[in-house]
Every structure is written in C-alpha cells, then in structure tokens.
C-alpha cells in the first residue's frame, strides 16, 4: 500500500495543479488553445533513416540520462529490475545500504546475462558456471577458481553504469563525457513541479509492455497532442477530453501540457473551494520519451499513467513501456481493481488506435514522394519544442 503524501507537498501540488485548471477552464471558454509562432515541417528521413536512427541511439538514449524506473519498482534491499530497451541488457539492484546500483547485466567469464528474472535476493549467481556477485557487482564465490589464477579477482566483478536516484525516478546513462548523472542539472526548473509528483512514494499497479511498427517518435508524438482526440478517438478518449484545447508549458527539454477533460466545466462556475480534489494535472513530459500522465477516475482518485516510448531493433518499430501506479496515498483493492482497468483501456486505445495509425503513416513515409514533409500546426505546439529539442541535439551530434 502506499505511504502517506506529505502535506506540504500536497499543498504545492494542488496550487500547481489548480493554477493549470484555470488556465485550462480559460481556453475552454474561450475555445482556443495554446499556440507556437509558425507552422513547421519535418523531413520524413527522421522517422525512417537507419542511419539517423543509429546516431540517434548513441545521442539520444546512451548520451543522456534516461529513465529506467521508479523508485519504488525495486524498494526493498536486494530488489532487482532488467532494463533492456536501450541496447544491452542492465541490471539494476538496492544493495543492502538501500542504494541503487546498475550494472551490465554480463558476466564478466563468458558474457552469459548474470540475472534473468528479478526475484529478491542477497547475492546474484550466473547461471551458466555460477559464478556469485554481491549486490555492489563484487564476485564473490567462483567454483573451481584456481582455473583463474594469476586473474585479479578485483577485475572480475560487474561492469557499473552511471545511474542516479532522484525524486522517485532512476536514471540511467550508458556513455557520455561525465561518470556520473547531475539530475537536477538535466532536469532544470521541471524539478520542482516534478517533485510536487512524490514518485517517491508511487506503488506499482500494472506494467505491460506494447510493441508497434513505427518509429519512436511517431509513436512518441501521438502523446503529444489533443487536435486528433475526436477524430481518432470518438468512442474512447474522444468521449473524455476536449480535442484541440492544450495548455503547454515549456521547461527547456522537458514540458507539460494539460488537455481539458469534459467534466471540467461541470464545475467551471463553482467556486474553487467546491473543485473536486482528487485532480487531473496534466502530462509531465521528461525528455526524451517518458510521459507521466496524472489522471484520475471519478469517485476512485488520481493515478499516474507512466509511458516510455524507445525505438526497436529497426527504424520502423518501437517499444513502449506502460506502467500504471498510485500515488502517495493507501488505495483500497477496489481503487487497485479500477486503476488495472484504467491501464488495460489505455493500452487498448494505444494499441488498436493511436499504434494502428502510427503503424500506417510510417509506411507512407518510407515510401514518400521526393520532397514530401510533414507539417506540424502552431497548435501542435508541443510536438514542435519537441522537435525542435531534437533536432538540435542531432546537429550537434552529427
Ligand atoms: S558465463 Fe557466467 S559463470 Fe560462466
Ligand atoms: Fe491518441
């Protein structure tokens, strides 16, 4: 169960939460949306080039932190989790001093994977010759070591990786100029609002995993935007939200953006004091690819629905990883119960609807006539910090 908010957080996270409500009620009077200066375009080749996609890998996920998990996916000592959707296979393990390690989930004998599921443990033994590490990537216990001899032991232990703790999130970083990762420093002024969130104290509902024939960042930026919920969705999100009203806010990398759901003007004449507390406050976007979506279901109260979108093998697929978790606060199985439902619709309306047109227009863009581009509209204005974000992390790189 979870542990209890703390009120002064909660006090923050309500006034931030209810600063964005009024701005959200304002653009549903007046039927408008936030707006970027010009239209832009985007040329097809990022979303189809092998080459672009290979250096992006390198620039995008192994060049910067990315987002492994939360806190509380491993709370106890000796809890572990693989993560693999970056390339090679990590490992990351709470030691007994309650710090996460991260390591490369390789054997340093023969390359076997060290750990292939993610039981609780005090010591972790590779299955192929049982060779035993502690929970700091130390070898400890070798059967039949003096085949090794003349082999510093002190050189045989787990190949670390940068990782950091930080409000409820564990950072990863595979390469890059600095050994370890500055979370504020990557984070800016988003790391307030996000530690207004308490992910520290987020418990895991339901995890899932959803494959889709298109690039990451098509699939990526159907999040990004609420000009095709009517459309694309006239029987699920469609029914929930507003299409074509967003309000953006942009922290550098990062950004939020909160789409008016349908329920708000039920209260939009009410005084603030009468607004219903279990709030919706937006999606907290955390470059490149995590979306923390803090929604909530009538009479049951707010859950987080956490998407992490990466790219696949080719340049054509994509991995998304779907977690749902509650926040700071004792949910009862029934609140469980609903909060699983909610993350089986998500998946549902991501897979047979937002994956189904992805999967389409990325085979159009393979196959697009010479000169052909995308356009992205002054209302898809966070789809163009994002862009734009990207493409100049690529120049630098390339
Ligand atoms: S490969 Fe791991 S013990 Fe041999
Ligand atoms: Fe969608």
Known sequence: MGSAADPAMEVLRRESHYALRRRTLERMRSKTTDLDAAPMRIDPAVYTDPDYARQERLAIFHGHPVVAGLSRDIPEPGDMMLFDVLGPSLLLVRNKAGVVNAFRNLCPHRGAKVVTDCSRRTRMTCRFHAWTFDLDGKLIGQPGKEGFEGIDRSDLGLIPVPVAERYGLIFVQLSGERPDIDVDDWLGDFASELAHLELDKAEPVRRSEIGCEANWKYALDTYGESYHFASLHPETIGQLAYSNIMIYDNYGLHSRLAFPRGEFMDYAERDE????????????????????????????GQFYGVSRVFPGDTVD????????????????????????????FIQRVVTEEDYSVSR??????????EGYQTVLGRNEIALQHWHRNLNRIMSNKR
Do not use: C, K
């Open 317 to 344: 697929s994509s991995r998304t990883l779907l977690s749902t978790y509650q926040p700071a606060h004792a949910g009862t199985e029934i609140d469980i119960a609903r909060w699983s439902e909610m993350h089986d």
């Open 273 to 300: 004091s009468d607004w219903p507390h279990t709030n919706y406050g937006g999606l907290y976007n955390i470059f490149p690819n995590m979306v923390i979506n803090v929604n909530s279901i009538a009479g049951v």
């Open 360 to 369: 389409d227009g990325q085979q159009n863009l393979t196959w697009a006539p």
